[in-house]
């Protein structure tokens, strides 16, 4: 009998548990972020190779790690090609920042420049981007 209800009582505590995670868990995905998005999308260059895109996104995990503020990053190709004007870009780089200060130092620092020299061998130069900041 004290077995079967320190079974119960087991079972319940397991189940709290399970609840609390899991409503934290929901408390946490229903928040806005307040980072900062700098989102470009972009022309595979022609001569560019596999290996020149394994490359850039290989440059692109070491730029995370040495980026002060960048939290994180994605590069694909587009679901489907965007159209702008008569350009079609068929490419996207994502890099999410702490904040629009983060954002904003990106572009001279000197972890960028490998990433940049990557980046320029697998793309038509100019991009079509956008910042989100987050509220």
Do not use: C
Not at 26 to 31: F, R, S, V, Y
Not at 34 to 59: C, L, P, S, V, Y
Not at 85 to 105: Q, W, Y
């Amino acid at each position: 009998m004290i077995t079967a209800m320190r079974r119960r009582v087991g079972f319940l505590l397991m189940g709290s548990m399970f609840l609390m995670a899991g409503w934290l868990t929901g408390q946490q995905g229903a928040k806005t972020e307040k980072t900062t998005i700098h989102a470009m999308a972009w022309t595979m260059a022609e001569g560019a190779t596999e290996q020149d895109f394994e490359n850039f996104k290989r440059a692109t995990e070491e730029f995370l790690m040495t980026m002060p503020g960048l939290k994180r990053a994605w590069v694909g190709k587009l679901r489907k090609p965007l159209v702008v004007g008569d350009i079609t870009r068929t490419h996207g780089t994502v890099l999410e920042f702490d904040d629009l200060k983060s954002k904003e130092a990106y572009p001279g620092h000197a972890s960028r420049v490998p990433w940049a020299a990557a980046f320029s061998k697998v793309r038509v130069p100019s991009s079509t981007y956008f910042d989100l900041i987050g509220e």
